[in-house]
């Protein structure tokens, strides 16, 4: 999951989704309040609304031209209305904030077969979601089906933000996917540094915080994020001080001049 999150992260961050990401992860409350109501796992609930959400969202951005963060917040709020309506309780607190336990064996087998799938989808679309970023017409001009791609990445994201319900729940889930990427987007200086980057801290924080939710009886996901965070911070305090050191080295006379 975490593998997933900061590899689909590094092309949400170039997208500029980083507030569309945190917001796409409240679709899936119409989906876990139904599933609830119809005494289904909130998981298969909260995926079938993201599927459709990223579904009409690509719709509408095709049709409209309008940008992908614009129709994201109208899709959310809509969303999180209809979620209020359906569902309250506790169950629909564990599935929006995550429950720590044992998983079962069918949540296992879809963690591990999505995420895999994910992750393959990146490292085999990466070029072409590459060129996309870069130039909608070179895409086009070299053959890329962007209209595909886009679709492609979209459900990606989706089914993403799915795996990380049970750790730390899908209005969690948005920010494990966002800050180890723009940490990342902060210290690389080149793809693949940016995609080591973002993965190393995605497992951190979910290694880490899942141990110290565990050793304090804290619910995970909160932990998790807040490690996230304080990477972040921690990039904006080390970076200044490498940029200047670099400064320095340039400024510093050498023994021919």
């Known amino acids: 999951m975490a593998v997933a999150a900061g590899m689909v992260g590094c092309f949400a961050v170039m997208r500029r989704m980083t507030l569309a990401a945190d917001a796409f992860s409240h679709v899936a409350l119409p989906g876990i309040g139904l599933a609830l109501v119809f005494r289904l ?3 298969v609930g909260a995926l079938v609304a993201l599927l459709a959400g990223s579904v009409l969202i690509w719709a509408i951005e095709g049709k409209t031209k309008l940008s992908t963060e614009a129709i994201t917040g109208v899709v959310f709020s809509v969303a999180l209305a209809i979620g209020s309506l359906t569902a309250t309780g506790e169950e629909l607190i564990d599935a929006l904030f995550g429950t720590p336990g044992s998983m079962t064996i069918a949540e296992t087998i879809f963690a591990l077969v999505a995420a895999l799938a994910v992750i393959a989808f990146i490292l085999v679309a990466r070029d072409r979601l590459l060129v996309s970023l870069v130039s909608t ?6 053959g890329i089906g962007v ?3 886009q679709l492609s990445f979209l459900v990606a994201f989706a089914v993403t933000v799915a795996l990380g319900m049970r ?3 899908v209005l969690l889930m948005g920010s494990l996917i966002i800050i180890p990427a723009t940490v990342a987007k902060r210290l690389a200086r080149s ?4 995609f080591a980057i973002a993965i190393g801290a995605a ?14 009886r804290r619910p995970s996901g909160p932990v998790i994020v807040a490690i996230a965070g304080g ?5 904006l305090v080390k970076l200044p001080a490498l940029r200047l050191k670099a400064c320095a080295d340039k400024e510093t006379p050498t023994h021919d001049s």
């Open 41 to 43: 796992n909130p998981l």
């Open 137 to 142: 017409e070179v895409a086009i001009a070299s």
């Open 147 to 149: 209209t595909g791609l």
């Open 167 to 169: 750790y730390l729940g």
């Open 191 to 194: 793809i693949d540094a940016m």
């Open 203 to 216: 497992l951190a924080s979910t290694l880490l915080g899942t141990w110290i939710a565990a050793l304090t």
């Open 231 to 235: 990477l972040f911070f921690l990039s």
